[in-house]
């Protein structure tokens, strides 16, 4: 993201210079498609102190990346369920974020794991759950056993319709 980190961006590369790793670190900022370099991460960090839904993590799930994430407000411990889907750590505790991100480097979440989690959030999954509270679960050809009882309970309850009369003088087509 862009956050506070713009004012220590300068800082952070000259770190990573000194540090010798800054061929393998990257702060890619705001990008419109995030997902070529999720894909290519070893570890994806959060360290918010807010946060949203957390939809980074998400993406960063859906494509096999390891998670560590600050345990902020809102998100992060829902999405990574309590830090069984990656490693959550204190707000503000920079030893223990840098210990979190040592310990997914030395042993990462099982790519395919971390997908099927981040799947959980999808679009269509949401759409169904929506579509579950207002509608019921769906029978098997597909139509909500609900939306089904209640046509049928309507048919019950009213006679079926008078069969068409001919009108005197009208010729059939």
Request: charged letters at 25%; glycine letters at 8%.
């Amino acid at each position: 993201g862009s956050g506070e980190q713009r004012e220590n961006r300068g800082k952070l590369a000259r770190l990573a210079d000194e540090l010798g790793i800054h061929e393998d670190f990257t702060m890619p900022g705001f990008k419109v498609n995030p997902y070529p370099y999720l894909r290519e991460s070893a570890v994806f960090v959060l360290s918010s102190r807010f946060e949203g839904f957390g939809n980074v993590l998400v993406e960063a799930m859906l494509t096999g990346c390891s998670v560590v994430s600050t345990d902020c407000p809102s998100g992060p411990a829902e999405i990574l369920r309590n830090g069984e889907f990656g490693r959550l750590v204190p707000v503000n505790d920079e030893a223990s974020l840098a210990d979190a991100i040592c310990q997914t480097l030395d042993n990462p979440y099982n790519r395919d794991f971390l997908r099927a989690r981040g799947r959980v959030f999808s679009v269509e999954r949401a759409v169904e759950s929506y579509r579950q509270v207002f509608f019921g679960p769906l029978s098997p050809d597909g139509l909500s056993r609900d939306v089904i009882q209640l046509d049928e309970k309507r048919n019950a309850a009213s006679p079926p319709p008078p069969a068409p009369q001919a009108v005197p003088g009208e010729a059939r087509k």
